[in-house]
């Protein structure tokens, strides 16, 4: 039996290669701020990096929202991960919540966010961190940090304009407004939207269909499609060969050849 890391406010699962993620402080929305979520969050992604029997991490929130990012009363406070002098608090995002993205960047395995309602601030960047997102007919998303006179500290302009280009993003950050599911699919945010019934059904169905791919093949995958992002043409290409001539000489390359030539051989 895998071992599950210890998590305090998360609920992890593994079936048939998809770990499933689920935030559990629906008392504050799943907050990130003032919980052990991103203690949790990174934890999940290292094991998940270390763990061979996972294949895809599906992420989504217990209760109404997905994450609403940081705690608005300790902002009040100026408590907790808010407190302090201009040093203090600097070092205070590095140290915490901006061990997210960067943990989030480096998994191995695609990455699927369920959200199930709400997600706002760097809840919304959360999301947004992931490969592929699904949402419910009750998702919001909003990049509501200037709302609150404050910056996307945890790196949300870095991601949202690579998803869905400068000029939108722009408009989303410095507006602050609310995003409702058919407008976020719309604008390329999420993949999908379907009914809340829906959505864990369909996110842990992509899950499986996605599991069920020669798993080695999959991180190489990943790892190239991160890579593509940064790299030049030349440079992309010489890796690739790399990663090919590494599929080639898998096991799990023939066996996908062998069922390919037994299914063309029923046809």
């Not at 990455?111 to 760097?122: E, L």
């Amino acid at each position: 039996m895998t071992q599950l890391p210890p998590l305090t406010d998360a609920l992890l699962t593994l079936e048939q290669g998809v770990a499933l993620l689920t935030l559990d402080r629906h008392d504050v929305r799943n907050a990130l701020t003032g919980t052990h979520l991103i203690d949790d969050l990174v934890a999940t992604a290292e094991w998940v990096n270390g763990c061979e029997k996972v294949s895809v991490l599906v992420i989504t929130g217990a209760g109404s929202a997905f994450c609403a990012g940081g705690n608005i009363r300790d902002m009040a406070e100026r408590s907790g991960d808010f407190a302090g002098d201009v040093a203090e608090c600097a070092e205070r995002y590095r140290r915490g919540i901006q061990r997210i993205p960067l943990a989030m960047q480096a998994v191995e395995v695609p990455v699927i966010a369920a959200v199930n309602g709400p997600a706002i601030g760097a809840g919304f960047d959360l999301a947004n961190m992931a490969d592929i997102r699904i949402a419910s007919g009750k998702a919001r998303f909003g990049e509501t940090f200037l709302n609150l006179g404050i910056i996307p500290g945890d790196g949300g302009a870095w991601f949202l304009q690579r998803l869905i280009g400068y000029q939108r993003a722009a408009e989303l950050t410095f507006s602050g407004r609310i995003v409702e599911a058919a407008e976020a699919k719309d604008l390329g945010i999420v993949m999908e939207v379907v009914s809340p019934e829906e959505l864990m059904p369909r996110a842990l169905k992509l899950a499986a269909d996605i599991a069920g791919q020669p798993p080695k093949a999959i991180r190489l995958t990943k790892r190239l499609m991160k890579m593509a992002q940064r790299m030049e043409l030349k440079d992309f290409l010489d890796v690739c060969a790399c990663f090919q001539g590494m599929s080639h000489n898998e096991p799990e390359h023939m066996e996908a050849v062998e069922r390919m030539l037994a299914a063309m051989g029923r046809k």
